[in-house]
């Protein structure tokens, strides 16, 4: 079992606070959500070129980041189904397992212990002098984040709160910014915007080097307006960030008030282990294979 600390919250009803958020903000009433799940089952009858289940866990995944509009649900799944085609060598019948290497023994995506005080995941990427790409590369990289994305979908909260990520850039060098392609960055871009079905509310690069412009250059082109409003730059400015994040919810290692991370994705691995059946069943679904 894992430690409490380090847990997924599944099958747990969501608070009156974020069910009163969820009607606001995606327009999620009891009325709304029957229809929709109808809706969509039906849509993904008509739709006999992919193959996804059809439980209202699943559904429900697709359809709060689409605010309960089965049709935009169902043009998210086939987009799903169009990355995860179009990325097969990288993603087919990936398991935890297969980077369980890069989870135990390199400190290189991380998940806040708790949430920020919106109630968003944190998701740390630390691409800056801790990571290695000779050890952990860009594909590699990747995968980490696609594995913890599968996991944090099952969680109702991260459903309707949404979730942030901080990039970590401290002590960027040549070698972190060679790691990082074109290939990656275009990639992640296709993901984040296209077929990710959890709600990105927030991107903050922190700590960034002047040599980090060289890495901004190649995301630029693949970033659309939604998403360019909402990446923050801070630098060292914690401040800065502390407008966005609460410093009550923050590490000391982003100037909060909690304390300095002393986790790593090796304390996430057992959580993400422990969904494999969900992981098993995404990996099967997509298009029809003929």
């Not at 590369?137 to 709160?161: G, K, T, W």
């Not at 290939?183 to 991107?203: G, Y």
Request: aromatic content about 10%.
């Amino acid at each position: 079992m894992t430690s409490s600390d380090f847990r997924l919250e599944r099958a747990v009803e969501l608070s009156p606070e974020t069910r009163e958020f969820a009607e606001k903000e995606l327009r999620e009433t009891p009325e709304r959500v029957k229809e929709a799940l109808e809706r969509l089952r039906e849509l993904l009858k008509e739709n006999k070129d992919l193959k996804f289940g059809d439980d209202d866990d699943l559904l429900t995944i697709f359809l709060r980041p689409c605010k309960w509009y089965p049709e935009s649900a169902m043009a998210l799944m086939r987009r799903v189904a169009e990355f995860k085609r179009d990325n097969a060598a990288l993603l087919d019948n990936l398991l935890p397992d297969d980077e369980k290497e890069a989870f135990l023994n390199h400190q290189v995506v991380n998940v806040m212990k708790g949430r920020d005080h919106k109630g968003r995941r944190v998701l740390i990427v630390n691409v800056g002098g801790s990571w290695d790409p000779k050890k952990v590369n860009a594909d590699q990289l990747f995968r980490l984040f696609y594995l913890i994305h599968e996991a944090a979908m099952l969680e109702p909260e991260s459903q309707v709160r949404g979730t942030i990520v901080l990039m970590d850039f401290h002590n960027m060098g040549w070698g972190q910014t060679m790691g990082l392609t074109p290939a990656f960055s275009k990639r992640l871009l296709t993901f984040i915007q296209d077929a990710m079905p959890l709600r990105l509310k927030e991107v903050h690069f922190v700590k960034q080097p002047m040599i980090f412009n060289v890495v901004w250059n190649m995301f630029k082109p693949f970033i659309r307006e939604k998403l360019k409003n909402r990446i923050f730059f801070h630098g060292s400015k914690m401040a800065s960030l502390h407008k966005h994040v609460a410093p009550s919810h923050l590490p000391a290692d982003y100037g909060g008030e909690l304390p300095a991370i002393d986790y790593s994705g090796a304390d996430w691995y057992p959580v993400i282990n422990e969904v494999l059946p969900h992981i098993h069943n995404w990996n099967s679904y997509g298009f029809v294979k003929s």
